[in-house]
């Protein structure tokens, strides 16, 4: 980062000018040339001018540990969101297939049962009851149920985990602003 400062370098042998053999090692400032101009700005003058490295403070130090460590968390949540993204998406797949079976074996029993009519179970109250109530129908009903609360779960969990996410990916710009404010190297 430009600090806006330089140190003065000589090459450092007998020609150097006594006025520039002085500034050898010496902090300059860009805005502020001192007599005879900046490095190779003088007649015949080789001085250069080497880049001051700013430190960084003890703070900055600080906020870039609680930087990394908040990226990192982010990343943590991220794929905590990411691995509950997927498992709806199974769940959905699965839910499907258990729909099938149902409709399936609706049909061996005489019961003609289109998706759509199964799509929203918990409102065809009579239809629930009658394939609940259905032997034949019972274990693949029943994998339905449990497969819809485990993608209740998983929706709950996905968005306590976007929750978190958003949160962590919150504190980092916090923290980036605060470094920015200070004038920290990132
Ligand atoms: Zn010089």
Redesign the pocket.
């Known amino acids: 980062m430009d600090s806006g400062e330089y140190i003065w370098r000589?090459v450092r042998d007998s020609k150097?000018?006594s006025a520039?053999a002085d500034r050898e090692g010496k902090l300059f400032s860009w805005t502020n040339p001192p007599p005879g101009g900046h490095?190779?700005e003088?007649y015949?003058?080789?001085?250069w001018a080497e880049t001051a490295e700013k430190k960084p403070s003890a703070e900055c130090i600080q906020l870039s540990v609680d930087l990394r460590n908040s990226e990192a968390q982010e990343v943590t949540e991220s794929n905590h969101l990411n691995d509950e993204i997927d498992r709806v998406t199974v769940l959905d797949a699965e839910i499907i297939a258990a729909k099938e079976i149902v409709i399936e074996e609706a049909w061996k029993i005489g019961l003609d049962i289109s998706m759509s009519s199964l799509g929203d179970l918990a409102k065809k109250n009579i239809l629930v009851k009658v394939i609940a109530g259905a032997v034949e129908l019972k274990p693949a009903y029943d994998e339905i149920q449990s497969l819809n609360s485990e993608r209740i779960q998983a929706i709950k969990e996905e968005h306590f985990y976007l929750s978190r996410y958003r949160k962590q990916r919150e504190i980092s710009r916090a923290i980036r602003a605060k470094m920015e404010k200070k004038g920290c190297v990132s």
């Open positions: 000589t150097v000018r520039h490095p190779a003088d015949n003058c080789r001085c």
